[in-house]
């Protein structure tokens, strides 16, 4: 614990980006060996991050497909490099400057690999999934990184971005839910200048199901046309063409359900960051986004989530589990999704002012500031189930 200790106070010690990162994952007998590889499959020394942002990417070796993704993207952003003059040129008049492209932030991949042989055996093909990307290697850092990296930035399983500036300093511990919900929008990635991409925004479904509303064409639905979205897909939901000018519904299933539940934990983090920076409401879990948000995260938690928007912009209706589909269907034969709406909307104005606690669903995220209950005032435990510590509470 004392030699750990050491570690730690000279990794908070550094001044700049390669002081911190040679303090961070290199060994004590390699400082003349270099530990990263480049994309060029040369081996580099930290002195190239020099002046520069860096981001930290760090994961297991299953890392998924739809993140690496995520992350070519931010590579390849041109905001990436900017426009700079060159060294002792300077302007006659008849000559222009010239100007030479910069690099702004370098992307650096630091594999976390756990003691099992499995893990080690797969080392090999790290090159293939970031060929883009600086990689760290893990059999030769420094042993005590990994603990860093799990105690200090709290990684645990979940692929996480940490943005450093020139300086070495951590301006924040995990851009990836930012960067899976708006990609070189969330430019430059430190999250406290990231406010205005909300501006405009009327429904989290855009967000999270993108991929669906582009591949069923919702933007070219009618005002009033109900869209129900729901998943797993287990189970047929009866659609219906209405009549007497009464709105019709469009069912469209969830089909890959894992992304969707990683796209709205990040979605809802972004939100109640997004809400306590700008000051939408003095307390994040009024907001209807984060409500509507955690009630689909309570539902998929349980087993099953149905979403009912309204209308091109996708406005939300109702939220809840599959279940409530059924119900609504045994107590209304036609029109239910119309009672559907209704109810939640009744729903959701009670939960804003019952007089025991709310109870609601919020991923635990380090960055989020303490949360307290909106009807007492206490602060409430937080992981995957946020509940007041009243124990007359849901």
């Not at 931010?74 to 100007?99: A, C, F, M, V, W």
């Not at 209807?288 to 996708?314: F, H, N, W």
Request: with cysteine.
């Amino acid at each position: 614990m004392e030699e750990y200790h050491k570690y730690v106070e000279k990794v908070k010690a550094t001044g700049d980006i390669v002081d911190f990162l040679n303090s961070l994952l290199t060994a004590k007998d390699s400082f003349q060996d270099p530990i990263v590889t480049g994309p060029n499959d040369k081996p580099v020394r930290f002195e190239l991050f020099s002046k520069k942002s860096v981001l930290l990417i760090i994961s297991h070796l299953k890392i998924s497909m739809d993140d690496i993704e995520t992350l070519r993207i931010i590579y390849e952003d041109p905001q990436r490099l900017r426009k700079s003059p060159k060294e002792d040129d300077q302007e006659d008049g008849n000559n222009p400057i010239q100007t030479e492209k910069e690099t702004l932030y370098e992307l650096v991949w630091i594999p976390i690999v756990d003691g099992r042989l499995k893990d080690w055996e797969a080392l090999p093909n790290l090159k293939s999934l970031m060929p883009w990307a600086y990689r760290v290697d893990p059999q030769r850092m420094n042993t005590w990184a990994p603990k860093y990296i799990k105690e200090e930035w709290h990684f645990k399983r979940e692929t996480m971005v940490v943005v450093l500036d020139s300086h070495g300093r951590v301006e924040n511990t995990d851009a990836m839910p930012m960067l899976r919900i708006w990609g070189t929008n969330a430019f430059p990635y430190t999250g406290n200048e990231f406010t205005h991409p909300w501006m405009g925004i009327w429904s989290w479904v855009q967000l999270v199901l993108r991929e669906l509303v582009v591949q069923h064409g919702t933007s070219d639905a009618a005002k009033d046309e109900y869209i129900l979205f729901w998943g797993p897909p287990a189970v047929e939901v009866a659609a219906a063409d209405a009549g007497g000018g009464v709105p019709s519904i469009r069912e469209i299933p969830i089909e890959d359900m894992r992304r969707f539940r990683t796209l709205l934990r990040s979605c809802l983090i972004c939100r109640l960051q997004a809400v306590q920076i700008l000051k939408i409401e003095s307390n994040p879990l009024r907001d209807r986004m984060v409500y509507e948000m955690s009630e689909a995260y309570k539902a998929c938690q349980r087993g099953g989530v149905a979403i009912l928007t309204k209308g091109p912009d996708l406005q939300v209706q109702h939220v809840g589990l599959l279940s409530d589909i059924e119900m609504a269907t045994e107590q209304v034969a036609e029109f239910w999704w119309t009672a559907l709406a209704e109810g939640f909307e009744k729903k959701y104005k009670d939960a804003q002012g019952q007089s025991m606690c709310l109870h609601a669903y919020v991923p635990h995220y380090t960055d989020l500031e303490d949360l307290y209950c909106p009807v007492c005032g206490r602060f409430m435990r937080y992981d995957l189930c946020l509940m007041c510590c009243h124990s007359d509470s849901d």
